[in-house]
Nanobody, 121 residues
Framework: QVRLVESGGGSVQAGGSLTLSCVAT????????MGWYRQAPGKPREFVAS???????NYADSVKGRFTISRDRAKNTVYVQMNSLEPEDTAVYYC???????????????WGQGTQVTVSS
């Protein structure tokens, strides 16, 4: 089992920056992927960014060049640095992780409770 706890959300004016953090705790063999999704009011949850073992990162087109995802494997923590924020970035941001309980098990996806990011114009 993996528990994910996000932090760092808040309110900021357009053009500002925020950094979200997500710490994974629990019992697992490996976490092979961590990332972020977001959900704005009345809209479906959408992919934001992810990072896998080895450091390869992937981004949604809407955040490329503005958001940077990083991971501290020793701390089981993933970050997303969000710059040049726009009102359209307003959403609840969810941390996600793909983990395995042992070498031969399949992967399981876990989700955090979410943290609110509000960008005002």
């Amino acid at each position: 089992q993996v528990r994910l706890v996000e932090s760092g959300g808040g309110s900021v004016q357009a053009g500002g920056s925020l950094t979200l953090s997500c710490v994974a705790t629990g019992t697992f063999f490996t976490i092979y992927r961590m990332g972020w999704y977001r959900q704005a009011p009345g809209k479906p949850r959408e992919f934001v960014a992810s990072i896998i073992t080895g450091g390869f990162a992937n981004y949604a087109d809407s955040v490329k060049g503005r958001f940077t995802i990083s991971r501290d494997r020793a701390k089981n923590t993933v970050y997303v640095q969000m710059n040049s924020l726009e009102p359209e970035d307003t959403a609840v941001y969810y941390c996600t992780a793909g983990a395995k309980s042992d070498l031969n098990s399949g992967g399981t996806d876990y989700w955090g409770q979410g943290t609110q990011v509000t960008v005002s114009s």
